[in-house]
């Protein structure tokens, strides 16, 4: 209020009490109105009772001219009753300050939880969704797959996993950029979720998708719907004015609940995707339990391979090379064998491809190289007309930089002349188009080893080309000398191609060596066309460096 009103309210308030205090019959309600509308006016501190008692005991009755000898006592109980209505209603008004101030808190309180758990709700329609595709994601994927496990009567229950790999999807991001690849994904996962029908489509990241197929009756289930999966992601696309046509590969896995786990699941899964890219992508794979226990076992030869080398697991055998001229003995292959503590002797068909894929064929080939040349060693030791040892090479030790130098020092550290050592090499590996594995067999070459290319015939079978590489000795394949098993009257292909190449390894200056003979009618047609040597069981099958020694003696 300004001051003009309060003035007035007081003014109002003062003419009523005045009345009262002279009233008939008298009465103190009028005072405990008064203190109650003071209140309500806000005039409610302790000073402003204390001020207002003090003033109307002192002037009301002065100013009123009232000489009753009762009026002291009527104004003392008016006072009495102006501060009780006062006090009430302060209180009154405290307790109602109160009360709201609670009720607010309640309120805030309720909307604080009401938006905490819309939060919490939204946090999970983004925890549980991937926010790109709309998609469940990997977490929400996780849940449906252990809840399949979870339910009842598992011995009888069957369950289908789709795992779905774009394909070259690397390509797009890269030409066209993210965000297109982005719309790709987008529409995909909209493919996906029409061709997948009811079953649970879910992104798992990146370009990987998975499609749960729940209480299947049998294998048919699932690849009926991995076939409607490729056939929604091969349609064609426009993506931001880009036609693009996207293909896909999948691995599934179908089985009984019962017996395995949902982690077992999304293993074998993904094992059978990586079948499906192997194969030629844009397909799909079943998972395969004999094929997998072979990968397995694959896998645990992998990892025993570098202790194996520790423990000097490996060993030797060696082939005899002989003239078909005369029979002599020009040269033995090294051919590396594992004795295994369990499995006995590994030939290297079990183990050779392993050590290249992890890298271990390096140290591996190392420790076959330097032990063909002391084994050489020793032989020339024995007698001058001892063989020369052919030791061969994998594609990545060729393409080692230091391979000059240690089959250098090998040669050093056994004294063994260099023509005495024959390096043997596919074909396939000599006719890429990198220059290194070219540069490093000419500088081999220059320090006076022996280049073979083996099994010639199975590869590119360039023979022009081999005018220009340092190479002294052609492997020719025995898939050509197996059909010298017939008579020639019967068919005489395999022996019209083995003259021919014989014929052009001679114009180049390049001896010929026939490998896998096994009888003595492929060595006599052999001979006849001219083949300079062979190799096979004809002549001596693979043993260990004492065979040798003997045969020397």
Known sequence: MTHAQLEEFLAGLTVRLATALRAEPFGVRVGHQIGAELVAAHIASAEALGRTV???????????????????DRMARLLGGIATGYTRALRDRTLDEQETIRRAALVA?????????????????????????????????????????????PAHRRLGVCFVDLDGFKVVNDTLGHHIGDLLLVSVAERLRRGAGEHLVARLGGDEFVILV??????????????????AINEPAIIDGHELTVTASIGIVERLVAGTTPSDVMRAADVTLHWAKSAGK?????????RNEQL???????????????????????????????????????????????????GPDRFISLAEDSGLIIRLGSWVLAEAC????????????????????????????????????VLADTRLPAARLQLEITESTLMSTADGPVRTLRELADLGVRIAIDDFGTGYSNLSYLRSLPVQELKLAGKFVEGLRTPASTNGTDESILLTLVNLAHTLRLTVT????????????????GCDAAQGWHFGRPGPATGITDRLG
């Open 54 to 72: 003090e003033v109307l005991d002192l002037r009301l009755p002065r100013d009123l001219d009232i000489g009753d000898p009762d009026t002291p």
């Open 109 to 153: 309180r309720e909307q604080a939880e009401i938006a905490l758990r819309e939060s919490e709700a939204r946090y999970r329609h983004r925890a549980a969704h991937d926010p790109l595709t709309d998609l469940p994601n990997r977490s929400l994927f996780t849940q449906r797959l252990d809840a399949v496990f979870a339910a009842d009567d």
């Open 214 to 231: 729940a209480d299947t009756t049998c294998t048919d289930d699932v690849l009926k719907v991995a076939d409607a999966a490729l056939a």
């Open 282 to 290: 844009g397909r799909w794979a079943l998972f395969d339990p004999v």
């Open 296 to 346: 397995l076992a694959r896998y645990a030869l992998s990892a025993a391979m570098p202790a194996a080398l520790d423990r000097g697991e490996f060993f030797l055998d060696y082939q005899p090379l002989v003239s078909l001229a005369g029979g002599a003995l020009l040269g033995v292959e090294a051919l590396v064998r594992w004795r295994h503590p369990t499995l006995g002797v590994l």
């Open 374 to 409: 002391r084994e050489a060693r020793r032989w020339l030791d024995r007698s001058p007309n001892a063989p020369f040892v052919s030791v061969n090479l994998a594609v990545r030790q060729v393409n080692d930089s230091g391979l000059v130098q240690y089959v250098n020092e």
């Open 514 to 529: 026939a490998e896998g003979v096994e009888t003595a009618g492929q060595a006599e047609r052999l001979r006849a066309i």
